[in-house]
């Protein structure tokens, strides 16, 4: 509890004490009703000061028709009518409410806080062999920072010096250590478990991966969804609609029972309308609704999903169609060799070493890729005379046998026929003293979860997936027959992908939307033509960031039926409030207007249902389990 | 230019206010007010000084609900 909420609450235990004080005089002594009447103003004023003196500044800047002005009409009236008690009660437990909203609200907006909690504090700078403590802000490019173990990472940088396993849960989501030694990138907002790291600084605080993620989280409460939108409207017009149906109901039945010859029943009638005040707060709507948003927002963020807005988990709730680039979408986007297929006479294992032997000076993915795949460093000693060939592949001695490693061209060259592969892929074909060896296929592969992520998004409602590619058909098909996705485009330049996409916008079913999944690189026009973006893999990349609507840290396509579950279930507990609110306000409401419940009644449903609503909307928070897949 | 503000208000309702507030002061260009971050998002207008902008903010939203704050620097 902060200072407010604590003088809030000795405020409140004040005039409750006398409240009971004066009810217990009052049942015992022969104290005549207008005197206690007059003393029970005076836990009346300690407890609803505020909202009085709110309400007259309201009333005086033109800012009629608040809470304030509904407590302070119901409550006054109440006094008018001599009934002071119940004036008193109505405050209290008015200010009760406030006060626990203010307290669980502020406890939930920590909470949910607390979840992306990954501003580093300050920075360990090594100057001159001394260590100095500064803010992360006056670190320049550059400089050397010491990273201690159980501390924050708190610039983007370059190890120089040290090995460590990183924690990346609160940037991920994910919970499996990260190994890095020297020379290796890592990003601001990782925390440091094991070892003593030196880090040379690769961009100052603003640039760095945490300043990014927290401008988007800040931001994210900003872009407001329509339903949240809603809300805020209809509180506006709420409030004055109900204040004149208020009087209305304390007007038109007396006047017409008095017309009829009836007695009016003024003062039942004023009661009724009062009591009306009390019910129509719209405090539960208002606040559970951005509760909710901010909980779901808050949710996905510590599983590693990040959305700019709640507007964008309206949009992603109702996805039918979803569009993935291939390459480092469903793909790793890394190179593997796929396939080793000796010719007959070469042994397996053979084909690799000789490539890997007449490759080992070469910095082309494929090359890395097959020295990869041979998992032993090659001996330099038994290569020599390694010739590049621009384009087409190596020539070299290994062992002293004249070896040739590249592409078919290389070997009609030397009028050496070779095998086509049946799998997609990029071929690399040996021979070893002009003798056909074989081939090696080097190929991307599919992601382990890729066809597990189709199945889960097909679970969520998403009729239609569709990857866009570059890459040639044989290549695209392969790998849509391997994820389960139904249909594929090959063969696209960036600009066809977005006539594609377009195409796809135009038949998609009404009411749904159409989202396109890429990695951010080279995407930009597409993330921004579908109907909602979300980039995979953006650690560590500025463009995806800025770019999507949707980020997941990691490279998990499952993330993706993840976030439209938290998605479906935030809008979900979004509409129970709307409804359990509305719907308990309007029949109290009724019951009131027809006299059925007082105004005890009438501040416990108010206050009641508020806490309900607000306790719902932090289910937003706990949306899925924590593993990342279920 | 933008700027983003610390504020302390205590309901939803008032920080739409405050929003709606900030929004018709003079070199505003637009205000985003988010009550669950507790933070005002300013983007001044071409040429307006936030110095000279942010204390008729205040003012403004003030106004309209009397005891919100915001935090400059």
């Given at each position: 509890?902060n ?13 409750t ?5 004066l ?14 009447n ?37 409550t ?9 008690a ?7 437990f008015?200010q ?21 909690d990954?501003r580093?504090?300050?920075a ?13 802000d006056?670190?320049p490019?550059?400089?050397?920072i ?8 708190p610039?983007?940088g370059?190890?120089?010096e ?32 094991t ?16 300043s ?5 989280v ?8 329509r ?20 009087l ?7 006047i017409?029972l ?5 007695d009016?029943m003024?003062?039942?009638w ?11 707060c719209?405090?539960?709507?208002v606040i ?5 948003f ?22 992603l709730?109702?996805a039918?169609?979803?569009?993935f ?9 890394v ?11 070469f042994g ?11 490759e ?15 998992g ?6 038994n290569?020599?005379?390694v ?11 290994v062992?002293?046998k ?19 592969p ?25 992601k382990?979860?890729a ?6 998004l097909?679970a ?28 594929v ?16 916008l135009?038949e ?9 999944v ?18 995979m893999?953006?650690l ?20 993706i039926?993840?976030a439209?579950?938290?998605a ?14 509305l ?8 019951l ?34 924590s593993?990342?897949?279920? | ?6 504020i ?13 507030a ?5 070199g ?18 071409e ?19 009397s ?7």
């Amino acid at each position: 509890m902060n200072k407010k909420q604590q003088k809030n609450l000795i405020r409140i235990l004040l005039a409750t004490a006398m409240t009971v004080a004066l009810i217990l005089i009052g049942h015992f002594l022969p104290v005549p009703k207008m005197v206690m009447n007059f003393l029970f103003l005076a836990p009346y004023f300690i407890v609803g000061f505020d909202v009085l003196k709110k309400a007259a500044i309201g009333i005086v800047h033109g800012q009629i028709f608040d809470e304030n002005f509904l407590m302070t009409v119901a409550t006054v009236g109440a006094i008018i009518l001599g009934e002071n008690a119940e004036s008193v009660a109505v405050m209290l437990f008015y200010q009760v409410g406030e006060l626990f909203q203010s307290v669980a609200v502020g406890k939930s907006r920590k909470n949910i806080a607390a979840l992306m909690d990954i501003r580093p504090d300050t920075a360990t700078v090594e100057k001159d062999g001394a260590l100095e403590t500064v803010d992360p802000d006056e670190v320049p490019v550059g400089s050397i920072i010491v990273v201690k173990p159980g501390e924050k990472i708190p610039l983007d940088g370059v190890i120089v010096e040290g090995n460590a396993s990183l924690n990346t849960a609160a940037l991920t989501g994910e919970s499996m250590p990260r190994e890095v030694s020297a020379g290796d990138d890592v990003i601001s907002g990782c925390v440091n478990i094991t070892g003593m790291l030196r880090i040379r600084t690769t961009k100052e605080f603003e640039e760095s991966t945490v300043s990014k993620i927290l401008e988007l989280v800040e931001n994210s409460s900003m872009k407001k969804a329509r339903t949240e939108q809603f809300i805020t409207r209809f509180a506006r017009y709420y409030t004055p609609i109900v204040c004149l149906c208020a009087l209305a109901l304390a007007v038109v039945p007396p006047i017409i029972l008095a017309i009829l010859g009836h007695d009016p029943m003024i003062k039942a009638w004023v009661i009724r309308a009062l009591t009306f005040l009390v019910i129509s707060c719209p405090c539960a709507l208002v606040i559970s609704i951005p509760l909710s948003f901010f909980g779901g927002i808050g949710g996905a963020g510590s599983k590693g999903i990040l959305i700019k807005g709640s507007t964008y988990l309206e949009v992603l709730a109702k996805a039918g169609t979803m569009v993935f680039d291939k390459t480092g979408t469903l793909t790793r986007g890394v190179f593997e060799v796929t396939e080793e297929a000796p010719a007959p006479g070469f042994g397996s294992g053979e084909l690799l070493y000789y490539a890997a032997h007449a490759e080992q000076y070469s910095n082309h993915p494929i090359s890395r890729s097959i020295r990869e795949a041979y998992g032993k460093e090659p001996a330099r000693e038994n290569v020599s005379d390694v010739e590049e060939v621009g384009g087409h592949g190596v020539r070299a001695v290994v062992d002293g046998k004249a070896v040739l490693v590249g592409n078919r061209k290389l070997m009609a060259e030397d009028g050496i026929d070779c095998i086509a592969p049946e799998a997609p892929g990029t071929e690399i074909h040996v021979a070893v003293d002009h003798v056909y060896a074989g081939y090696l296929l080097v190929a991307d592969r599919v992601k382990e979860e890729a066809k597990d992520a189709i199945l889960r998004l097909r679970a969520q409602g998403v009729a239609r997936t569709v990857i866009l590619t570059g890459d040639n058909a044989k290549t695209a098909e392969v790998a849509a027959k391997e994820t389960g996705v139904d249909e594929v485009k090959s063969n696209l330049l960036p600009e066809d992908k977005v006539r594609e996409v377009e195409r796809l916008l135009d038949e998609k079913p009404a009411n749904t939307s159409l989202a396109f999944v890429g990695d951010g690189v080279n995407d930009a026009p597409v993330l921004s033509r579908a109907d909602i973006g979300i980039a995979m893999g953006a650690l560590g990349s500025d463009a995806a960031i800025e770019v999507a609507d949707i980020v997941l840290m990691d490279d998990d396509p499952r993330k993706i039926a993840l976030a439209m579950k938290i998605a479906r279930k935030t809008l979900a507990i979004a509409k129970e409030n709307i409804v359990f609110a509305l719907g308990v306000k309007i029949l109290f409401l009724a019951l009131g207007a027809l006299g059925l419940i007082g105004m005890w009644w009438a501040i416990f449903a108010d206050v009641g249902v508020m806490i309900l609503a607000v306790l719902n909307a932090m289910r937003t928070v706990f949306a899925s389990p924590s593993d990342s897949g279920s | 230019m933008k700027k983003t503000y610390g504020i302390e208000v205590d309901c939803a309702a008032c920080a739409q206010k405050m929003e709606d507030a900030a929004n018709k002061v003079n070199g505003v260009a637009q205000a985003t007010v988010s009550f669950m971050t507790q933070k005002i998002k300013v983007e001044f207008a071409e040429g307006a000084d936030p110095a000279a902008v942010m204390p008729d903010v205040v003012k403004a939203c003030k106004r309209v609900e009397s005891d919100c704050e915001i935090v400059l620097e």
